[in-house]
């Protein structure tokens, strides 16, 4: 099923090259927190100025306390640390809280936004771009900016304060020592220029096969059954396996890259501060500089290289995160193919035509799936659509929905064209039933109110009625209130397509779309369906994907679809005579139905 085909994709280039651009987009979403972010950046530039004094603190400490022996000297030097100290602590808290809440936060605005982009899509990009994959960028790509934002930036950006101010300091406190220091910290920069990149390009890869761990177990479990009864349990888990590991050796390499830029950076900048010492040193022995010069000195320069190598890791994960970025906003600037830009409300009971449909599905532009389609239906009348599977029946569904447009063609409604009509309005007016049932999570009621949310409880329990339904949810533990989906009741299969049928009358629509079960209803299961779908269809445009000679002949009117055409319209009798594919299908498909045991 799956296993053979996986490998990691190659990220496309733009996303290594991108660099930081698309972090932009998340400055939008912080701008929206403008008080908070103030408060988060004031908080950091004080915290910064603070530690920075400390230094200042250190020098009072070593001159006037200890060398100068002075208890005043010495008091007052404690007593400036511990204020400086006690101010810090306050400053981080205040900047721990804003600045985590604003990564928390504008992760999960995010998420909603990624969301709510994603459900308004065309149907075919969720075919094209596994699921699996979309929800780990919903979930690993947002945390990734989470951590972004409630830490990394924050990181840097004290860093970069102390990296600055502590510089200004030391030229202040003693050029030529600083100059030492200023060669040993180019030196630095030329492992992270050379290591980062290749960081960032593994680290998109890495998130690329985690997504793809993901999406393979995903379609593994939610296909267990189909792999345990063809015993394909190992060699799943062996395909897995190889996936895991392709994933860790990405991993790995970026781990080592990582490694040893951060190895690199301290060697140099530990060579430099040697290098300081050792001459500062001498310059104390000598009397040009004093010892709490010095010390201070020394705490900046500590101050510099402790904020350099947090930068030269923040840098990493900024990376790291430009790319998850970068993914989250291709999400979030998908748009549908479906336009809809439609603004006439067409009346009721008009007829509805398929013009001269050509329709391919994307992922298969060369094999039209309908051609030159040509069929009309009647207001208040029934269609049943006759044909082999993949004859194109359930395609019509599809663009009767728009969930696909025509590429050369139109689907009208009386005389408006589909598209020229408000996706909403349009889609509100027709309701299908499909084949297999579509249950949620939630109870017997969420699910029949499904697109009527504010029903009435009478209104649910008479449509659950027409769908002869009411009477064995009567009988459910909790009745309306009883769970459905993974963790709910089971339910048979006609008792599921009763509940759509519910679902189905309680949106009253004008347009009926039914894709009959093919599968074997037990037949008291199945004499209630058909009773719940007369009743449904009663007066209703209605067309029928028809599996069953009792919905064929009850049918006001029959297509015989073939090969993305119709071949044939009639009833049943005169398509016997009429239509050759029609007869051969009756014999086939239908005749059993009068052997069938009861
Ligand atoms: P039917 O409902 O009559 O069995 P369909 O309308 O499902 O037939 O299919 C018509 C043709 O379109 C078939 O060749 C089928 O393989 C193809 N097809 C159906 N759905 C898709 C899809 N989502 N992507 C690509 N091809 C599709």
């Not at 604003?102 to 969720?126: K, T």
């Not at 790995?252 to 690199?264: D, K, N, P």
């Not at 350099?308 to 994960?317: I, K, M, N, P, R």
């Not at 009721?348 to 992922?363: A, C, G, L, M, Q």
Request: proline share 4%; glycine share 8%.
């Amino acid at each position: 099923m799956s296993g053979d085909k996986k490998k990691p994709q190659e990220m496309p280039e733009e996303s290594t090259s991108a660099g930081f651009t698309p972090l932009r987009g998340l400055l939008g979403l912080l701008w929206r927190h403008k008080l908070r972010l103030v408060a988060a950046s004031l908080a950091l530039i004080v915290t910064s100025m603070l530690q920075l004094s400390l230094g200042y603190g250190l020098q009072l400490l070593i001159d006037d306390g200890f060398a100068g022996g002075d208890p005043e000297g010495l008091r007052n030097a404690v007593v400036f640390i511990v204020a400086v100290g006690a101010a810090m602590a306050v400053g981080a808290m205040v900047r721990f809280y804003l600045v985590s809440w604003l990564g928390e936060r504008v992760s999960a605005d995010l998420r909603s936004a990624v969301f709510s982009n994603l459900v308004g899509l065309h149907p075919s990009y969720f075919e094209s771009n596994q699921s699996g994959e979309i929800m780990s960028r919903l979930t690993t790509d947002t945390t990734l900016l989470q951590t972004l934002i409630g830490s990394s930036v924050s990181l840097a950006a004290r860093n970069t304060l102390s990296l600055v101010g502590a510089l200004i300091l030391m030229l202040i406190t003693n050029l030529k020592l600083s100059l030492i220091i200023l060669v040993g910290v180019p030196l630095t920069l030329l492992p992270i220029l050379f290591f980062g990149r290749r960081v960032r390009n593994l680290s998109n890869k890495s998130q690329q096969t985690i997504a793809e761990v993901g999406s393979h177990a995903g379609e593994i479990l939610q296909s267990i059954k189909i792999v345990q009864s063809y015993n394909r349990e190992t060699m799943e888990q062996t395909a897995f396996d190889r996936d895991v590991t392709i994933a860790f050796d990405v991993a790995r390499a970026r781990i080592r890259q990582r490694a040893l830029l951060t190895g690199f950076a301290i060697l140099l900048l530990v060579a430099a501060m040697a290098g300081m010492m050792w001459s500062g040193g001498q310059d104390v022995i000598s009397g040009r500089m004093s010892g709490g010069e010095m010390g201070a000195f020394v705490f900046y320069a500590v101050m510099l290289g402790a904020a350099f190598a947090t930068l030269s890791e923040v840098w990493g994960d900024l990376q790291r995160a430009a790319g998850a970025a970068e993914r989250l906003m291709e999400l979030l600037n998908e748009t549908s193919v479906i336009s809809d830009n439609g603004t006439d409300i067409p009346d009721i009971r008009s007829p509805i035509r398929f013009n001269k449909v050509t329709f391919s599905y994307p992922s298969r532009p060369d094999q039209p799936a309908l051609t030159d389609f040509e069929l009309s239906v009647p207001p208040g009348k029934s269609l049943a659509l006759v044909g082999q599977s993949g004859a194109g029946k359930s395609t019509l569904f599809e663009l009767l929905q728009r969930f696909y447009d025509p590429q050369q063609g139109s689907v009208s409604y009386g005389n408006y064209d589909l598209r020229q009509i408000p996706l909403a309005a349009w889609r509100e007016r027709a309701a299908l039933v499909p084949q297999s049932p579509v249950l949620f999570s939630g109870s017997v009621r969420y699910n029949i109110a499904y697109g009527k949310p504010d029903a009435t409880d009478a209104e649910i329990e008479s449509a659950a009625r027409a769908a002869y339904a009411h009477d064995f949810i009567s009988q459910l533990p909790e009745g309306y209130n009883s769970p459905l989906g993974a963790q709910g009741v089971r339910l048979s299969g006609g008792q599921r397509q009763r509940i759509a049928i519910a679902r189905a009358v309680l949106k009253n629509p004008e347009i009926l779309l039914l894709d009959e079960a093919t599968s074997a209803l037990d037949t008291e299961s199945e004499f209630y369906v058909q009773q719940a779908l007369a009743e449904i269809m009663h007066d209703r445009t209605t067309i029928i994907i028809a599996h069953r000679l009792s919905t064929i002949i009850n049918a006001d009117n029959i297509a015989v679809v073939d090969q993305g055409r119709v071949v044939a319209t009639g009833t049943h009798n005169e398509l016997l005579s009429t239509s050759p594919l029609y007869a051969r299908l009756a014999s086939l498909q239908f005749d059993q139905e009068s052997g069938k045991p009861e």
